[in-house]
């Protein structure tokens, strides 16, 4: 999970805002266990300490992305090398995409049996994905601000529809719709 940024535009720690009174960073790291992984890991950068506290009892492992400041890339490249060299598949997801459900994880890691998945919403594909471990060093030779839709764009992927992976949480105006919204837990 990436967790590793400074929430710049929000100018708070998106990662630790609560909805139903748990932090997203926790919320999202829930439904992932719920997947039954091998290994979680959750990739922690700007106020490392305090989102790593907020996962404590979890069983998430936290991985440091040291230049997390260097972009997207940083932050992936950091969970990637951290996986477990066995794991068959990588799931890739953001803290702040806030209406995700279980069942949205679900759908799409049971899509990327055989290829690639994505999630699409907003019309273009992105996080949440899964990638096959084949495609480990491309996620990690990536540079800058560019994350897993880059190497999506290589070639075949799954794509699963999942609206709810447009509401992520960037600007004061998104933590307004946040507030305003039911989810289910």
């Keep these: 999970m990436l967790a590793a940024g400074a929430s710049r535009r929000l100018g708070r720690p ?16 829930r439904l992932a266990r719920s997947l039954g992984p091998l290994w979680l890991g959750v990739v922690v950068g700007a106020r490392a300490t305090a989102v790593t506290a907020a996962l404590a009892g979890t069983g998430a492992v936290t991985v440091r992305a040291r ?9 992936l490249g950091a969970g990637v090398r951290a996986c477990p060299r066995g794991a068959q598949r990588i799931l890739v997801v953001s803290s702040d995409q806030w209406r995700i459900t279980a069942a949205d994880l679900g759908r799409l890691v049971r899509a990327a049996q055989r290829m ?9 594909a992105g996080i949440p994905a899964v990638f096959p471990a084949r495609l480990r060093a491309r996620l990690l030779a990536l540079r800058g601000d560019r994350g897993a ?25 998104d933590l307004a719709r946040l507030r305003a919204a039911r989810v289910a837990r």
């Design 14 to 29: 998106k990662q630790l805002v609560t909805l139903a009174g748990e932090p997203l960073v926790r919320r999202i790291t």
């Design 149 to 173: 839709r880059a190497v999506l764009a290589l070639g075949a992927y799954a794509r699963v529809p999942m609206a709810a992976a447009a509401d992520d949480l960037d600007t004061p105006a």
């Design 116 to 124: 690639p998945a994505a999630a699409c919403y907003a019309g273009h």
């Design 67 to 75: 230049g997390w400041r260097g972009g997207m890339s940083a932050s």
